[in-house]
């Protein structure tokens, strides 16, 4: 089933490698006079925020999951514009670092946080990873009040142990519901585990896998855009 077309109004784990490299999909630091300009435009952003899910590791960039979000906004006639901040490897604690910075570089109305995986797979503490989200959450803010904000869930293999298995996919719920943010109940449903839609390593979504994520994101996205356009004079 197509997830749009042009007429429409949009009024309506096996997780990532847990290395350490830090490697954005975006190019790094934007000029300030740049990021001031993008102030001063009024199209909305969507700001993806996540680990090698979002950067779509192994892939071009635009055939991540937010590239291919950004290509459905465009063939819809919306003005959009979609930002991917993803890092592979990044863990909560990390991006509780980076999370400032990136917000500083522009306006931001929409913004997706995909973290935790990398910190189930290492088996931090749940209390830890939860922590850092709220952390994650309480920047986002300070810096940019006005942005919605939406969590996106994930769930470790089995083999992390059945109660930590457990206690992690709550993580998500449980901070969603005490921050008040919207929740996708879980970011790779339909992928995770099924050989044809990721890479060899048997984590990563391949292409076909990154268009069924962005199916999932797209109904909790599209709509807050149009929400944000409705507040725009």
């Given at each position: 089933?197509?997830?749009f077309?042009?007429?429409?109004?949009?009024?309506?784990?096996?997780?990532?490698?847990?290395?350490?490299?830090?490697?954005s999909?975006?190019?790094?630091?934007?000029?300030?006079?740049?990021?001031?300009?993008?102030?001063?435009?009024?199209?909305?952003?969507?700001?993806?925020?996540?680990?090698s899910?979002?950067?779509?590791?192994?892939?071009?960039?635009?055939?991540?999951f937010?590239?291919?979000?950004?290509?459905?906004?465009?063939?819809?006639?919306?003005?959009?514009?979609?930002?991917?901040?993803?890092?592979?490897?990044?863990?909560?604690?990390?991006?509780?670092?980076?999370?400032?910075?990136?917000?500083?570089?522009?306006?931001?109305?929409?913004?997706?946080?995909?973290?935790?995986?990398?910190?189930?797979?290492?088996g931090?503490?749940?209390?830890?990873?939860?922590?850092?989200?709220?952390?994650?959450?309480?920047?986002?803010?300070?810096?940019?009040?006005?942005?919605?904000?939406?969590?996106?869930g994930m769930?470790?293999?089995?083999?992390?142990g059945?109660?930590?298995?457990?206690?992690?996919?709550?993580?998500?719920?449980?901070?969603a519901?005490?921050?008040?943010?919207?929740?996708?109940?879980?970011?790779?449903?339909?992928?995770?585990?099924?050989a044809?839609?990721?890479?060899?390593?048997?984590?990563?979504?391949n292409?076909?896998?990154?268009?069924?994520?962005?199916k999932?994101?797209?109904?909790?996205?599209a709509?807050?855009?149009?929400?944000?356009?409705?507040?725009r004079?």
């Open positions: 089933m197509k997830i077309n042009s007429s429409i109004t949009l009024m309506l784990m096996w997780l990532l490698v847990a290395c350490g490299e830090q490697t999909v975006q190019e790094a630091p934007q000029a300030i006079s740049e990021a001031e300009e993008n102030d001063m435009d009024d199209t909305p952003v969507v700001l993806f925020f996540g680990n899910l979002t950067a779509g590791y192994g892939l071009d960039p635009d055939e991540s937010p590239g291919i979000l950004q290509q459905w906004f465009d063939s819809a006639g919306v003005e959009v514009r979609v930002v991917n901040a993803g890092v592979t490897g990044e863990t909560t604690a990390t991006g509780k670092n980076r999370v400032e910075w990136v917000l500083s570089q522009q306006r931001v109305d929409v913004f997706v946080l995909e973290l935790g995986g990398n910190d189930g797979l290492r931090i503490p749940t209390e830890e990873t939860a922590r850092n989200l709220r952390d994650i959450i309480a920047v986002v803010r300070n810096k940019q009040p006005n942005a919605a904000i939406v969590l996106a769930m470790v293999p089995p083999n992390m059945q109660e930590y298995s457990a206690d992690f996919e709550r993580i998500f719920p449980d901070v519901a005490s921050e008040q943010v919207a929740l996708i109940p879980f970011l790779l449903e339909g992928v995770a585990g099924e044809h839609l990721n890479l060899p390593d048997g984590i990563h979504p292409r076909e896998g990154q268009r069924i994520v962005a999932t994101v797209w109904p909790f996205v709509p807050l855009i149009e929400n944000e356009k409705g507040k004079p």
